[in-house]
């Protein structure tokens, strides 16, 4: 259940949607996270999904989940260049163990 | 009103010397982590204590040693520091609410580089 990966860089142009993937291999995670990174900080909190839904939506946020295939995706709609960060998804397998992907770098162009 | 705060922010040392890294977390919670952050920006977890009692170790070598002296504070010693040791190690937090999901607050970091 280590692997998590996510894509390593995305760039879009401001207003634009973003789409930000992630595949897990734990199939008895029972949430999955969405985490920011912003330069020189730790991780903040976006959303998180428990593993029974297939979408949650938060504002400008997305999150879908496909299960069978152990898929997760971040949409961040109308994105903002404060949107740019690193952000990371993360498998809860057990109760206090967290494995996190590799942070897809989200650049905003102007 | 810092919630999670490390110290230091950033530490250079030559390769064999023994160091330690401070955590605390002043909201109250009952978990505490310690993660490693490689040039990568792969997040691996390394320890997990709860109530100062070591919970998960995730195959660190036996170099780090985490001590929890209370459910406040977790502190990683690392001895004999390797070049492979370089990176950002953080601290984080969150809640023993009973509940799976949970927030994690995450400490600013502390850059290692080991020379």
């Known amino acids: 259940g280590e692997d998590v990966e996510q894509s390593l860089f995305l760039s879009v142009r401001e207003g634009d949607s973003s789409v930000i993937n992630c595949t897990y291999t734990?199939?008895?995670?029972?949430?999955l996270y969405w985490y920011k990174q912003e330069p020189g900080a730790g991780l903040q909190l976006l959303t998180y999904?428990?593993?029974?839904?297939d979408m949650k939506q938060d504002q400008r946020l997305t999150v879908l989940l496909n299960k069978k295939d152990k898929h997760l995706s971040l949409r961040i709609a109308d994105t903002q260049t404060g949107d740019s960060a690193i952000y990371f998804c993360?498998?809860?397998?057990?109760?206090?163990?967290?494995?996190f992907g590799s942070g897809t770098k989200l650049n905003v162009k102007p | 009103d810092t919630a999670v705060s490390q110290t230091p922010k950033y530490l250079v040392t030559q390769m064999g010397n023994d160091k330690s890294i401070k955590c605390e977390q002043n909201?109250?919670?009952?978990?505490m982590y310690w993660y490693k952050q490689d040039s990568k920006k792969f997040l691996k977890i390394m320890f997990s204590?709860?109530?100062?009692?070591?919970?998960i170790n995730e195959t660190v070598p036996n170099r780090f040693s985490p001590k929890s002296p209370d459910k406040a504070h977790l502190n990683l010693h690392i001895n004999s520091l390797e070049l492979g040791d370089s990176a950002v190690y953080f601290c984080?937090?969150?809640?023993?609410?009973?509940?799976?999901?949970?927030?994690?607050?995450f400490g600013p970091g502390t850059r290692l580089t080991v020379l």
């Open positions: 984080a937090s969150s809640p023993d609410s009973g509940i799976w999901e949970t927030e994690q607050f």
């Open positions: 734990d199939s008895s995670s029972t949430y």
């Open positions: 999904i428990f593993s029974n839904m």
């Open positions: 993360a498998e809860q397998p057990n109760f206090n163990k967290f494995y």
């Open positions: 909201l109250g919670h009952d978990t």
């Open positions: 204590y709860n109530n100062k009692e070591l919970i």
